[in-house]
């Protein structure tokens, strides 16, 4: 896994770096595209653009490689999934918070309409 996912000799550095840091920023990102009502796909945008800060600083306090597809990939695909479930979690709050009269909660990462929740709980 050490060749595939990460090229640290210690998981910790990626679990850190890519993980820790970037997925923290990734969520508070997806959070903040959600809170201004922007579309998701900025979210995609916004996740290419920090999976190349996130593999800068593998490369500049770590001394990874800067400019390899596959770790890069690896890195934005973890932003990606952060990103997109900050997102998705703000938008759910959003939803049945602004719009509570019509929508309500229907897990952590959906919601649905008011009559569709209470037929399926009576």
């Given at each position: 896994?050490?060749?595939?996912?990460?090229?640290?000799?210690?998981?910790?550095?990626?679990?850190?770096?890519?993980?820790?840091?970037?997925?923290?920023?990734?969520?508070?990102?997806?959070?903040?595209?959600?809170?201004?009502w922007r579309p998701?796909?900025?979210?995609?945008?916004?996740?290419?653009?920090?999976?190349?800060?996130?593999?800068?600083?593998?490369?500049?306090?770590?001394?990874?490689?800067?400019?390899?597809?596959?770790?890069?990939?690896?890195?934005?695909?973890?932003?990606?999934?952060?990103?997109?479930l900050g997102f998705?979690?703000?938008?759910?709050?959003?939803?049945?918070?602004?719009?509570?009269?019509?929508?309500?909660?229907?897990?952590?990462?959906?919601?649905a309409r008011r009559?569709?929740?209470?037929?399926?709980?009576?």
């Open positions: 896994m050490s060749g595939i996912l990460y090229e640290e000799d210690y998981i910790g550095l990626f679990l850190l770096v890519t993980v820790a840091m970037g997925g923290g920023a990734a969520w508070l990102a997806g959070r903040a595209i959600a809170a201004t998701w796909w900025h979210v995609a945008f916004y996740m290419l653009i920090l999976g190349l800060a996130v593999r800068f600083i593998h490369f500049a306090l770590f001394e990874g490689t800067l400019l390899s597809p596959q770790f890069y990939a690896v890195d934005t695909l973890v932003c990606l999934i952060f990103g997109f998705r979690a703000t938008r759910v709050a959003q939803m049945t918070t602004q719009y509570g009269w019509i929508n309500g909660r229907a897990g952590f990462l959906r919601w009559g569709a929740i209470a037929g399926k709980s009576g």
